[in-house]
């Protein structure tokens, strides 16, 4: 068994996992059910982990859980990339490090897109510097990885059901393992 994916699985499975953010859903809760949207789409092994672990960053950088709240950006997408990309894909990483800025790229070129974020995620909007302008949106899309985090952005948006059942952490060690830098 690969000790990093181990160790991921584990951290997901802690008492951290269990925190909420504001959400409905606890971050394990919400990582399980943006891997089973991943899937249910078709996605790549390698995006379904990105799925799965696309808010890590929430679980390591070891800020209070009501960050968003205190009007700070804890930067979680960077602070997960940064450590995932030690073992993980470019391919798994990108759409992690692009998630947030992939919800300030739908604000900006789709309509109605930000009357469907979560109250948690429309208060971080504001922090991480709102919609993007005319010449981000451009940058943004011809960034490496840009059309995967689109797509998982909308995964996390509706990976946010209360009570919903999905596979457990478990059913995604195969998923993790092919994402790794490393097999
Ligand atoms: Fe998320």
Redesign the pocket.
């Known amino acids: 068994m690969n000790a990093i994916v181990t160790a991921v699985l584990d951290v997901l499975g802690s008492e951290a996992g269990a925190a909420h953010y504001g959400e409905g859903v606890s971050q394990r809760e919400?990582a399980l059910q943006?891997a089973w949207l991943a899937e249910q789409a078709g996605a790549p092994a390698v995006l379904i982990a990105a799925a799965l672990l696309?808010?890590i960053g929430h679980l390591l950088h070891g800020l209070p859980e009501d960050i968003a709240a205190h009007g700070i950006d804890g930067r979680h997408e960077d602070v997960g990339a940064a450590w995932l990309e030690r073992h993980f894909l470019p391919a798994a990483v990108a759409p992690v490090r692009l998630?947030v800025a992939a919800k300030r790229y739908l604000v900006a070129v789709e309509p109605g897109y930000a009357t469907t974020l979560s109250p948690a995620s429309t208060r971080s909007l504001a922090l991480q510097g709102g919609a993007m302008d005319a010449e981000e949106c451009l940058a943004f899309r011809a960034l490496p990885g840009a059309a995967d985090a689109v797509a998982l952005r909308r995964w996390?948006d509706a990976?946010k059901r209360v009570g919903l059942a999905t596979p457990p952490l478990s059913r995604w060690r195969p998923h993790l393992c092919a994402a790794l830098r490393t097999p």
Do not use: F, N, R, V
Request: hydrophobic letters at 30%; proline letters at 0%; a negative charge.
């Open positions: 919400h943006a696309h808010d998630h996390d990976a």
